[in-house]
């Protein structure tokens, strides 16, 4: 088997990240949409809650298509300002062109690759690379990758997100409980777990080589896939499973999807609205775009342990 070509992170990631960023920003290229947040406890798990407003008034563009009638890619050939940086051999560093956590990046596949295809042992490689580029600087990264239909994923370009711990902190120092928050995938191995829906976690070693870490991967998988279809080897390229995988300096984290979101209704049985989740659901964090559903959860925190329960396995 021909060597992996290791992936050359560009320098000073976290300074590169947070530079692009605001000039897009400062340019209109990307949407910023702050939030209010608030921390709550189901089960004893410190859970933020994001509140979007603007959030639920962003206007629904038609999809661009090609000139040729197909469907727009905007990760195949990225704007110029939403590029961060070239990453070689086979990905690319793009920004969130809509992000509620500042300096909120993606890592691309340059060649055109499917979202709902097991992830390759350089995309596990590139995601590492990354996690540990800010880790030099004193700075951790939470990566989380979406797959299949009932995941949150809504780009079918192969991309996994990043997101600065730092910034998933913004405007906690001013919310009860605040303190308590921490990215939840690095907390499941040690506190049991406490969470009504499957999770398959493994520590990372820092010596771990490439193909042990795209192992580990491998495994957390084949073990969700499992847990869905007991007689399932789950063998072929296209994941069988709808998925969430994360990724920390610590630890890897992957929990089989079977719904993207559910209803919550109030004390009359009267729907409030649909609370999706996508991957951030394993750093400990969910957000919803209107008051109502903002109101409700606070007001009674074990809706949010009914919404949990109803995207994945039970536990």
Known sequence: MAEMTRPTVPAKLPSLVKAAFDK?????????????VAVLAPNSIPFQLRFSPALASKPKAPKPKEPNGKPFNPFESPLPAMLIADFPPSHRLVLNKFAVVPEHFLLVTKEVKPQTHVLEIDDIAATFACIQAYRVEGQELFAFFNSG???????????????????????????????????????????????????????MRPNMTAEERHSAYLSLYRCAVKAVFPQSEARSEEAEISYNFTMTSQSMALCPRMAEGTMIKDKFGKDIGVVSLNGTVLAGTA?????????????????????????????
């Open 149 to 203: 239909p009932n995941s949150g994923a809504s780009q079918p370009h192969r991309h996994l997100q990043l997101l600065p711990v730092q910034s998933m902190r913004d405007g906690l120092e001013n919310v009860n409980q605040g303190n308590d928050w921490s990215v939840l995938a690095d907390r499941l191995s040690e506190s049991g777990n406490a969470l009504p829906f499957q999770v398959f976690t493994t520590s």
């Open 287 to 315: 957000l919803v775009k209107n008051e109502a559903e903002w109101n409700a959860l606070r007001e009674d925190p074990n809706m949010l342990l009914g919404v949990l329960k109803g995207i994945g396995l039970p536990s």
């Open 24 to 36: 897009a920003r400062l340019s209109g290229d990307l949407t910023y949409y702050p939030t209010q």
